[in-house]
């Protein structure tokens, strides 16, 4: 009985977490293009590269000490 919204819990904040992976990963994608594309690179971008960086690692290893699995995102994936 009190297992079971345990698991439901679990699996809604896990599918939580895949999503604000994905968002963190594209936030750091684009912070790092904008680095990229940047003549005169200041110190506040990069602390901005360098945060969105930490966000999206700190979320995967929590991902992965929860042992999340997820779904491929379609840029992974090589045909």
């Known amino acids: ?3 079971r919204n ?3 819990l679990r699996r809604s904040f896990n599918e939580l977490l895949l999503e604000d992976i994905d968002q963190a990963k594209l936030d750091w994608d ?3 293009q904008t680095a990229a ?3 005169d690179v200041d110190d506040e971008l990069l602390a901005e ?3 969105a960086r930490a966000k ?3 979320l995967y290893r929590e991902a992965k000490y929860r042992q ?3 779904h491929i995102q379609a840029s992974v994936i090589n045909y």
Do not use: N
């Open 37 to 39: 594309a940047v003549y």
């Open 68 to 70: 999340v699995k997820g």
């Open 56 to 58: 999206y690692e700190f």
């Open 30 to 32: 684009q912070a790092r």
């Open 6 to 8: 345990k698991q439901k």
């Open 49 to 51: 590269v360098s945060l």
């Open 1 to 3: 009985m009190f297992k």
